[in-house]
């Protein structure tokens, strides 16, 4: 069935070309996969560790412990944040 | 920052909260101290869901109660001086779901 022509497609490929000069010598352009950012801590914005990112056919294949850490707050806060949240809540 | 290396506070039978790991936010007893960087916990496993353990300090805070157990009791008693103490409802809480 005849693809409808998406107006955008050109542009959002175009961010994704990369151009690849084939052993016979000719220059093939070829589609990278977009580059997904980091999770980030609710509250300090550093980068999570423990969680892998990707487009969502490889996310798909990754058990749930390998997305995110075994922890409460896991996958949400970095550990030192969670850290200080349970701190406070125990002190309180 | 807490008071754990104040000598006495971090010793048998003192109620501790984990605040790192799996287990964070879940109470513990302590029930031997084994060195200056670490002590054994536990929870009980049924009561709090800490499984008797090796743990650093630092993943550990310090609460004011403390139960009367002798050097590595086993569950049992240690869930024995709970009751006593009243403690297990509050042991069987906090598994850190909560919203911040």
Redesign the interface.
């Known amino acids: 069935m005849a693809r409808k022509e998406d107006p955008g497609r050109g542009r959002r490929l175009k961010k994704r070309a990369i151009r690849v000069r084939t052993p016979g010598g000719r220059v093939v352009v070829q589609y990278r996969h977009k580059v997904h950012s980091k999770a980030r801590c609710?509250?300090c914005g550093r980068p999570l560790t423990g969680t892998p990112t990707g487009p969502k056919f490889k996310m798909r294949k990754l058990a749930k412990s390998e997305r995110r850490p075994?922890?409460?707050?896991g996958g949400y806060?970095c550990?030192r944040c969670?850290?200080k949240?349970?701190?406070a809540?125990?002190?309180s | 920052m807490r008071g754990e290396c104040a000598v006495g506070v971090m010793e048998i039978g003192r109620v501790c909260v984990k605040i790192a790991g799996r287990d964070a936010g879940r109470r513990c007893v302590v029930v031997r101290v084994l060195d200056e960087k670490f002590v054994e916990v536990t929870g009980p496993k049924d009561v709090s869901g800490v499984r008797r353990r090796k743990v650093n300090v630092r993943h550990l805070v310090p609460l004011p109660q403390k139960v009367e157990i002798d050097e590595g009791a086993d569950d049992e008693s240690v869930r024995e001086a709970l009751r006593e103490a009243n403690l297990l409802e509050e042991f069987s809480k906090g598994t850190g779901r909560g919203k911040i």
């Open positions: 609710a509250l075994n922890r409460p707050f806060l550990s969670a850290r949240v349970h701190l809540a125990a002190l």
